[in-house]
Each structure stands twice: as C-alpha cells, then as structure tokens.
C-alpha cells in the first residue's frame, strides 16, 4: 500500500477521521444522478467508489435507485474493512480524492486507477485549498494544481471524453489508454 500512500500519512487521515471529521466523502452524492445515467448508458455491472470515505456514493445509490443491478467495490485507505486492493470494475468514480493523495505518489495513484477502470472513469479534483487542516494544521489538501497541470496529468493515462473546469474543480470523465 505504501506505493499508494506513505504509513505517516494514513495514519494522519486515520487521526483525522477518529478526532475531526467522522464524515470523510460526502461530495458525491449531488453527482450520483449523473454518475447513475453513465452507468446505465455505458451498460456497467460494477463500480469502484475508489476514495470511498463513508460510502456516501453507495449510500445515495441505494436510496435514490434501490433496484440498482451493478456491483459497487469501495475502497478507502484509511478504513481498515475498505482498504484492500480492490480488482477492476467497469467503471470507477474517484470524487474529490485526488487533492489528498501526495504528491509523490499521484503518478502511482493514477497508475492504479487506471489498472482498475475497464471502461469509463469519473474524476472530480479541486483545484483550491480546503476550509480544513489536519490536527497538525496543514491544509486537507496537499495537492492543489491548476486544471491545466491535472488535465496533462491524466492525459498520460486517460482519454478525455468530457471535461468542465469550474473555479473549484476539474470534473472530467475518462477512458484508460489502452
């Protein structure tokens, strides 16, 4: 898992979530309608929810479309049940994940999405700083680039098929290169 995220700081987050913040994820569920449509349309049978936090995705699922027919895979680094090496799925969704990964590793952690997305990818990444900070005062987010340097970024890996930059936010879906 180190390729992926250091020990120092998972244990970090893991200090986070346990003393600050219990509701680590909750900006998906506004795009699951749009998310479910893709899903439909591209004829998915499963999901990775990849940066799970508190399965709000699969929540919001459940609720909104309760005779869904897919599979959803959640994995979360810092929650111990989630944290396994997850297979790939038809289509993943990473929703403001990336801006958390360290800096060293977002070259790996791109790397593994990519690896784990058979056909259709759902990237939602901000480009600011966040309201919050670590016990240790650091700001939630230790990736903070402009849209121009993730949209090189993921063109390494992906095929753009649609992307929207706002003030906040680069929201794109992908395909991995083949």
Not at 14 to 38: C, E, H, L, M
Not at 104 to 129: A, G
């Amino acid at each position: 898992m180190d390729k992926y995220i250091s020990k120092e700081y998972l244990d970090k987050i893991v200090d986070f979530r346990k003393n600050k913040y219990k509701t680590w994820g909750g900006a998906v569920s506004g795009k699951v309608p749009q998310i479910y449509k893709y899903i439909v349309q591209e004829d998915c049978k499963s999901v990775l929810d990849y940066g799970s936090g508190n399965s709000d995705f699969k929540k919001t699922v459940e609720k909104l479309y309760p005779d869904y027919d897919f599979k959803i895979v959640e994995y979360e680094p810092s929650i111990p049940e989630l944290n396994i090496d997850p297979g790939a799925c038809d289509m993943t969704i990473c929703v403001d994940v990336l801006e958390h990964v360290e800096p060293d590793k977002i070259d790996n952690v791109l790397s593994h999405i990519q690896e784990k997305t058979n056909k259709l990818c759902f990237l939602s990444i901000c480009v600011v700083e966040s309201y919050g900070e670590f016990n240790d005062g650091t700001n939630l987010h230790i990736l903070v680039k402009p849209v121009e340097w993730w949209t090189e970024k993921l063109n390494e890996k992906f095929d753009t098929i649609n992307a929207v930059s706002t003030k906040f936010h680069l929201i794109t879906w992908v395909k991995p290169k083949q």
